[in-house]
Structures are given as structure tokens and as C-alpha cells.
């Protein structure tokens, strides 16, 4: 091999680090490192971005002084987020169900997209321009921008640095702590693992979201016990061991090596820590009620006598998709709503519940439109569950996504084609292709003398699993850098229309709820500081609150 080629080859490697954890989202090294030059320096501190949120939030007030009068305050938050969910996801989602109702398609609607307020977000993280799932819980939840990577931290915490992310300065707080700071329970409900990003953005202060267990932290050559992975700080610390819902997958992270769980899977902990018995002997010494969960006929049974804490680990890793799913042991995203609800419900001052549809990305990476569209529509059913068991006039609900995937839908085909299928018309080539396609990913064919290969001649073609056609060859299709959309219902539902950056949207909700550091609703105008002062304020509210961390 010439000299060159191996220089290539090094460059390679070095752009992009995978893990074997999260083959979803390789890490682009060189992208990252060139973020990171352009960013601005006020953006790495907490106060730029709460300031920034808080004078949009004054702003609102101004325009809505008569809604905000009226309205009361929300008792209830929940927050709904589609991971991946964009807006070609959401018009071929309805669609599909149409076509499943017997009707042409295009004209249906999921029921959250009939929410009185729409607005859109804009997701670019403070190292990247199109994000992933982790820079953007921090925004989503925490009000403040970060870099790819990392969790709960400001983006003076580069990807990786531990000792970094071990300064209390650096870390923020969630809208999940400001609920609990007002007295008020917290759940956290999800298709993936509970580790994951989306569902660690509340509970997890970590350099790097990869770190779900010992192990993760380790082999980076970390010691756990100055950077505790995320499943330790959701069972053992402040605020994730006070949430009284836990439910998702994952169960490996907990179990040590040396342990199977009840469906097979080993666990991954070298620690010899079995941190589901932790969580049990836990809540018996605060005398309090609890179950621990791991199959959906238990689940049912719990909902008409729901505990005090509840932690449900269906799977060994991720939930299976909605359609591939074994109906006796795996919940509905649905059904896990309807439980945390009933088990949220019994605090009168209320709650934050935060509820993820984490598959509809990862079917997108492998370029699974189906399962894609059908874990749009199980979200969608989980959203109308809870609109159904609140009361309109003393809840908030949500429901956004963390970033976009390069899924198109396209063609000029008539009304009523197959959303699934191919357009009505074929291309210069004349080979046919998809109503759904995408940019990159998995899906690549390989091309015969500059001719794409007739898809529909594939063999599974009509499999759940088929990839749909994509044009550049990538291992994991990547996400998109366009803006998410923020559906709203309920109380002060009107201040999420318009444009806006990702990290009002924590603090929006917060105002309607009456809960945090910054503006309420419940505070006159007249009493409210200053948007400079408020990031002051919440600086020190975010140091004091974290001393418990250390």
C-alpha cells in the first residue's frame, strides 16, 4: 500500500469514531473540532442563552397580557418529544394513517397536530450546525445550548472532558429539577433506553452521552467515581433517584456482568453493582411503596393501584419497534403514558412528565420508513391518552422534536398513492422510484453504468425492514439541520407559536407552570426582574442546587 493511501486511511479513522453502543450516531471528530473554533465565547456560559429566552419570554408577556391574565397556570406539564420527528415525518405519518382508515390519506390528521399553537424551533447545537440528540435535551430541557456529546452541561464542557463536566458552574439544571425544587413529582417514559439522551437530558450531567454504565466511563480511562455514567446517577443521585416513573429499556446498564436478565440479555456493569436491587433497597428504607417492572402484563396490572415510585426496564436494550413487538411482554408507548399519569396524578400541586417516541430515529438511521411512520402514529396515541386523562384548564402539553432526519417526500404522484410505495411516474432513466426517499443512509444501491438498479425487483421489498432508497452510502443515516416543529395544548398555549430557539422551550413552559428561576405567569409584571438579572439569579440557583452533585 502506497504512503498516500495510508494517510487517507488515518484521516479516516480519525473523522469519525463509532461505538459499537450507539451505531446510530458515529462521532464526526473533525466537525466537531471545527464547531468548536467558530462558536462564540458568550455562548459556553448558562446566563447567554437564559437571557436570551427570558427577554423573548418578556416580549410574549407584552403581547399577551390578556391570555396571561385569564389563563391561571398550568398544574401539569408534560412533554412529549419525537426523537427525529420532522415535518416530512409528520405529513407522511398522517398519511399513512389515512390510507390505514380507507381514505385517500393526505387529508387526515394526527391528533396532536390539531393542538390550537404551532411554532418552530431552531435545533443547531453550539458546536454544530445539524445536532444530535444530546446538545439538544439540553436545550429542550434545560434551556441552554451545548455540544454535541454531552449532557446536562454548558458548553464550556468539551465531548469527553470529565474533569470539565465535574465543575458545578458548568452544569444546569432541568425543567424536571424545577419541577421537584416546587414540590411537585416527575416522571420519565421512553421507547429506548432510559440512559439514552432524550430521557438522560433530565436526570444527567456527563462530557459524554455514551456513558450509560461503569464500563462506558472506564474504557475512556475515566474514574467513576469523579464522572458517574448515567444509569448510576439516575438510580443514586439527585434529582433522578426522586422521580417517582421510570420506565423504558435498558436494562443491561443496571445489571452487573455476571447477571442475566429475566429475558436473556447479560449485563454490562463491571462494578458487580446490581442497581435495580439498589433502587428496590432504596425506596424500602424510605418506607414508601414501589414496584419494579419488566413486562407489560405487570404493568397493566399496576394501573389500577399505581405506587408511590414505579421503575419499569422492558427491554435489554431498546424497546422493539411498535410492529415487531410481543404483545405479552412489551408495552405500548400508550399504555406506559396512561400508567405514569395515573402514578403522577396523586401529587395535587402536579407534575413534569416527559414522554419519548426515541424509535421513529432510530428506524430513520437504517432508513425504515415504515417503522419510521409507525412509531409516529404510536407517539400520536400516547399524546391523545394524555389530553384525555388531564383537564385542558390545568395542564400544559407539548409535543416537539429534538432534530430532523433527510427522509423527503416527494414526486408529483396523485392523491391516494401508496405513501409506501412509488411515485406514479418514473425518472430520466426510467426506473421507478419512492414516494419516500432519503439523502443518505444504509439504503445506497449500487449503480450499473450510471443507472439506479430497479428497486421494486428487490426481494423483500414489501418488508418491514426494507430500506428505502437512498442516494449517499453512509452506515447510519444522518439527522437534518431544518427546524422542529412545538405543537401546544392547554394552559398559555399560545406562547409557543412564532419562531424561536430550541432552549425557550424548557423556560416557556416553566413560565406557564410557574416553576424555576425565571418569569411566571403567577408574578406581575411589575415584581418580575430583569432578563439580566434572572440569568444572575439562575446561576446561582444552578451552583447552589448542585452541591448535592459532588
Not at 390505514?100 to 393542538?115: C, D, I, N, V, Y
Request: glycine letters at 8%.
Amino acid at each position: 500500500m502506497s504512503t498516500w493511501w495510508l494517510v487517507v486511511v488515518a484521516a479516516a479513522a480519525a473523522a469519525v469514531l463509532v461505538t459499537a453502543e450507539d451505531r446510530y450516531h458515529p462521532e464526526w471528530l473533525a466537525a466537531r473540532e471545527a464547531g468548536a473554533a467558530r462558536m462564540r465565547a458568550a455562548e459556553s456560559e448558562a446566563s447567554f442563552w437564559v437571557r436570551e429566552a427570558q427577554e423573548a419570554i418578556e416580549r410574549r408577556e407584552r403581547e399577551g397580557a390578556g391570555a396571561r391574565q385569564a389563563a391561571g397556570h398550568a398544574k401539569n406539564v408534560v412533554m412529549f418529544l419525537g426523537d427525529g420527528m420532522s415535518v416530512p415525518t409528520l405529513a407522511a405519518a398522517r398519511t399513512l394513517l389515512g390510507q390505514q382508515r380507507g381514505q385517500t390519506g393526505e387529508e387526515a390528521s394526527l391528533h396532536f397536530e390539531q393542538f390550537p399553537t404551532l411554532g418552530l424551533a431552531k435545533t443547531y447545537c453550539v458546536d454544530a450546525q445539524v445536532p444530535d440528540s444530546s446538545c439538544t435535551a439540553t436545550a429542550y430541557l434545560c434551556g441552554v445550548k451545548a455540544n454535541q456529546g454531552t449532557l446536562g452541561v454548558t458548553a464550556a464542557v468539551p465531548r469527553h472532558d470529565c474533569e470539565a463536566s465535574t465543575d458545578v458552574t458548568k452544569r444546569v439544571q432541568s425543567i424536571a429539577e424545577w419541577a421537584l425544587a416546587d414540590g411537585r413529582d416527575v416522571g420519565i417514559v421512553t421507547t429506548t433506553r432510559i440512559t439514552h439522551a432524550s430521557p438522560a437530558g433530565t436526570f444527567a450531567k456527563v462530557a459524554n452521552r455514551n456513558w450509560e454504565n461503569d464500563n462506558d466511563v472506564k474504557q475512556e480511562g475515566h474514574d467513576v467515581n469523579r464522572c458517574p455514567d448515567i444509569a448510576h446517577q439516575l438510580i443514586k443521585m439527585a434529582p433522578g433517584n426522586k422521580f417517582k416513573v421510570i420506565s423504558g429499556g435498558g436494562r443491561r446498564e443496571f445489571l452487573p456482568t455476571t447477571q442475566v436478565d429475566e429475558e436473556g440479555t447479560r449485563g454490562l456493569r463491571t462494578d458487580g453493582r446490581n442497581l435495580i436491587e439498589e433502587w428496590q433497597n432504596d425506596k424500602e428504607s424510605q418506607k414508601v411503596s414501589y414496584k419494579y417492572l419488566w413486562n407489560r402484563q405487570e404493568l397493566l396490572k399496576l394501573a389500577s393501584s399505581p405506587p408511590d415510585y414505579m421503575l419499569g426496564l422492558f427491554e435489554g436494550s431498546h424497546l422493539q419497534y411498535h410492529l415487531e413487538g410481543d404483545e405479552s411482554t412489551e408495552p405500548t408507548l400508550a399504555e406506559l403514558t396512561d400508567v405514569a399519569i395515573r402514578v403522577l396524578s396523586r401529587n395535587e400541586r402536579g407534575f413534569f412528565l416527559f414522554v419519548e417516541g426515541g424509535r421513529i430515529d432510530h428506524a430513520h438511521h437504517d432508513n425504515y420508513a415504515h417503522l419510521a411512520l409507525d412509531e409516529t402514529i404510536e407517539m400520536d396515541r400516547a399524546v391523545k391518552v394524555a389530553t384525555d386523562a388531564l383537564k385542558e384548564d390545568e395542564s400544559l402539553v407539548v409535543v416537539t422534536a429534538d432534530h430532523t432526519h433527510v427522509m423527503s417526500f416527494n414526486g408529483y404522484s396523485p392523491r391516494g398513492t401508496d405513501v409506501l410505495g412509488t411515485v406514479r411516474s418514473l425518472d430520466s432513466n426510467r426506473m421507478p422510484f419512492m414516494v419516500l426517499s432519503y439523502t443518505n443512509g444504509p439504503g445506497a444501491r449500487i449503480q450499473q453504468n450510471g443507472v439506479r438498479p430497479d428497486v421494486t425487483t428487490d426481494a423483500n421489498f414489501d418488508a418491514l425492514r426494507w430500506r428505502t432508497h437512498t442516494d449517499v452510502p453512509l452506515d447510519s443515516e444522518t439527522h437534518g439541520g431544518d427546524d422542529v416543529t412545538v405543537f401546544a395544548w392547554g394552559v398559555h398555549h399560545w406562547m409557543f407559536s412564532g419562531l424561536y430557539e430550541q432552549t425557550h422551550v424548557p423556560h416557556r413552559m416553566a413560565w406557564a407552570a410557574c416553576m424555576g428561576p425565571g418569569r411566571h405567569v403567577c408574578v406581575s409584571a411589575a415584581t418580575v426582574p430583569t432578563a439580566a438579572l434572572l440569568s444572575l439569579l439562575l446561576a446561582a440557583f444552578i451552583t447552589l442546587r448542585h452541591q448535592c452533585f459532588l
